[in-house]
Nanobody, 115 residues
Framework: QVQFVESGGGLVQAGGSLRLSCVASGLTVSWDRMAWYRQAPGNERELVAAISSSRESIDYADSVKGRFTISRDNARKTVYLQMNSLKPEDTAVYYC????????WGKGTLVTVSS
């Protein structure tokens, strides 16, 4: 089955950290730009961070710059999102996908930041 499987979410206090993982199953993503997205209750899904296959091009949403770090391990078909200095407004379900060749969204992983 072709899918992305996200994990690593949880409940954390403001100022804390989490590391999310996204594993590609049934497809190869070594040559694809990959991205993390999030969707908070009542909001549209938004792009959080993106990384090129060579890791030379990395972009972040203004709201997470300096706090989040995206990385990837092509051999493991895995993309990571290190989230530091978490804020309550980071509370959302986090998803990964390929921005230029999207597949159906996975279940995501829920991040809840308490104040």
């Amino acid at each position: 089955q072709v899918q992305f499987v996200e994990s690593g979410g949880g409940l954390v206090q403001a100022g804390g950290s989490l590391r999310l993982s996204c594993v590609a199953s049934g497809l190869t993503v070594s040559w694809d730009r990959m991205a993390w997205y999030r969707q908070a209750p009542g909001n549209e899904r938004e792009l959080v961070a993106a990384i090129s296959s060579s890791r030379e091009s990395i972009d972040y949403a203004d709201s997470v710059k300096g706090r989040f770090t995206i990385s990837r391990d092509n051999a493991r078909k895995t993309v990571y999102l290190q989230m530091n200095s978490l804020k309550p407004e980071d509370t959302a379900v986090y998803y990964c996908n390929r921005p230029y060749a999207m597949i159906p969204w996975g279940k995501g992983t829920l991040v809840t930041v308490s104040s």
